[in-house]
């Protein structure tokens, strides 16, 4: 079995009734009514994905809202958490409409704010729905980075919540206003370094919070490359080192990299047991080609078959570490 | 011969005399007196770094002021321009009275309102007494980034003058007071990754400056492990892939990264004739043991010798680059 950890159904999210109502909300308008999208529309947005799952054989994918539009910087704490149930409740018909292909994970609806209550409150209602996992913005400020630390106490209710029903959070950045930082190619990275990086730093989170987890994606953002220098940093401040917090169960990365020097890179540097298959396909360059393989960019499995990983290796990257740490994984999966 | 081509003299900038100065600027005071520093103090500040070279054969480092004292987010633009040439002078004595061993990087007066007329004067004043090269914050405002990207119109003073004296701008981050960015562990990757990212997307700024060279540190910030992604993005966007701002000359990298894994990373990723030999020494974690080694984590000589690169190709890295890329160094070395 091959499970893809890290999906976003970008073209569901680009429904024109979907963005239309987030345009109305956010121009004060604020809809009564929630878009009304058909089942045909909804597996129509999703016809190039399972194509492209089918090609590359791929069994199952975890699959988010589209990550650019969280973009919890804009809207009231009202409008995010209607704006995320929104998307949760399409996610879900989504997968329900594909059985066996899809399971879902979540968007909340995060605000400069901070009222984490209610974003945990989501995490428990879209739980109970069978979501596996959650997207958590680490900025929420639009690429201004201007919250705390998101490893504050400000969000120990967010924490409670994903350890007591056992679901990941997937560290994800969404939407930059900041031109220093455009999306796919630097914000989510900075969201990735920085979010590594305060889970090294923050010295009680995981004493109060022993079996929470958290998901770094785009393979980690700097880990592979940088990790000799995390470590020294780490000890000279006396922070809990990138091994340790990879050791213990706590974080995790995806193998969203997307050449084969990358993915090896990535098997290099970081335990297999924190590795978790992902493509992104097709949300950051869909479509775009590989010149070095004559294939799509984020066919990343293919990274994966060509790199020196044993057989047994590859299936835990495939699918059993997913299983281990998306537990509630296991009712949308076939087998 | 060994080209340490990124160090910084940590050890004078904190000074007291140094650091009450800019204590006094800050509070208003505006000291009208340059802190007097005798050549003793000087060369003492010096003493671990220069027995450093000597135990890891180092011949001569390019070195300036201290990073995190840039800070040009604090001041006001009359006060950061006499603060920049305090460091430089103060850099240019210790160069002198350690004849063979330096040669001096600048500092320069930024500042968020940008007068990057000023920027200009100081490259061209400082290296007419010759500095081979500037560090310039592509940030600038403590970690928020609340400037336009680096690469716009407004900086155009400086990267005339840059092209104009043939010195390479080495984009390095400062001092953060954003939380969410601490300054050797994320603020200067992301300084790194933004300013690479940056250089890809600046469509006219390398036919407007065709000759003008930028060093990015930290051994590229993501870029070894993160390439393929960006080649993607590139490709989807119609940006400048990094294969195209690296082999053209205008963008290079150096080795301070901190074990052999890393290293070797950055010997696959980036081409050789990109690369120059650094360490930070001893400046982001001084004196800090990498276990796997048994000596200093800073001591980036011994991953290079440690790699699989042909001994005409370390000596590449090792001196020939950094003096291609810094030509007025020249008048600083021995041979």
């Known amino acids: 079995m091959i499970i893809d950890s890290h999906q976003h159904f970008v073209r569901l999210a680009k429904h024109p009734e979907v963005e239309g109502f987030r345009q109305a909300q956010l121009s004060a308008k604020n809809p009564d009514v929630l878009p009304s999208i058909s089942d045909a529309d909804v597996k129509k947005s999703l016809e190039q994905v399972v194509s492209l799952m089918d090609a590359r054989n791929i069994d199952v994918a975890f699959a988010s809202p589209r990550a650019k539009a969280m973009a919890t910087h804009e809207g009231t704490p009202e409008q995010n958490a209607i704006w995320a149930d929104l998307n949760n409740g399409l996610i879900l018909r989504a997968c329900q409409l594909n059985p066996g292909r899809f399971a879902p994970v979540g968007m909340l609806g995060q605000h400069p704010s901070c009222p984490s209550e209610q974003v945990a409150k989501q995490i428990e209602r879209w739980t109970k ?153 097709d949300g950051a360059f869909p479509g775009v080609v590989n010149e070095q393989t004559g294939d799509h960019y984020d066919n990343t499995r293919r990274y994966v078959d060509d790199s020196k990983l044993s057989a047994g290796d590859k299936s835990r990257v495939f699918a059993a570490n997913a299983r281990r740490v998306y537990p509630r994984a296991s009712r949308w999966l076939k087998s």
């Open 129 to 281: 729905e069978g979501f596996v996992a959650f997207n958590f913005d680490p900025d929420g400020t639009g690429g201004r980075w201007q919250n705390q630390p998101f490893t504050g106490k400000h969000n120990y209710p967010v924490f409670e919540a994903a350890q007591a029903l056992d679901v990941p959070l997937v560290l994800h950045g969404s939407e930059s206003i900041n031109k220093n930082f455009p999306h796919t190619a630097v914000q989510y990275l900075v969201a990735d370094i920085t979010g590594f990086v305060q889970l090294m730093m923050a010295k009680d989170l995981f004493r109060d919070f022993p079996r929470l987890r958290f998901l770094i994606p785009h393979g980690g953002g700097a880990l592979p490359c940088q990790i000799g220098r995390w470590r020294a940093i780490a000890k000279y401040n006396s922070w809990a080192s990138p091994d340790e917090i990879l050791g213990n169960g706590n974080v995790f990365v995806d193998t969203c990299v997307y050449n084969d020097l990358n993915m090896q890179m990535l098997f290099d540097a970081v335990p297999l047991d924190n590795m978790l298959f992902g493509s992104e396909c």
